[in-house]
């Protein structure tokens, strides 16, 4: 599976980011110190594998929005979209996790 494009809804500094058409390749971000380069990494942990209590930390967003986003993967079975969410009807420290085909 492949990454091909990120939907920042809000995590951390991050507030309505798209990140589309991402390299089959080597794709490298840069920037200084404090611009969100991790957190975007942590952003894709969280999608893919929840919001651990470490990961909790960039909630709630800092730019507003609502917690969470999307991930759109590629691969030799389609492509499809990883949706994760913080759910502010649920318990504290439920999510919505969504799975979905993406032509």
Known sequence: MKITALEVDGYGVWSGLKLDDLSDGVNVLF???EAGKTTLMQFVR???YG????RRRYLPPLGGGRAGGSVYLAGPNGRFQVSRHENPRGPQGSELLELT???
């Open 51 to 54: 919001f651990s209590p470490d």
């Open 101 to 103: 085909g993406a032509d």
């Open 46 to 48: 969280s999608i893919l």
């Open 31 to 33: 920037g200084p110190n």
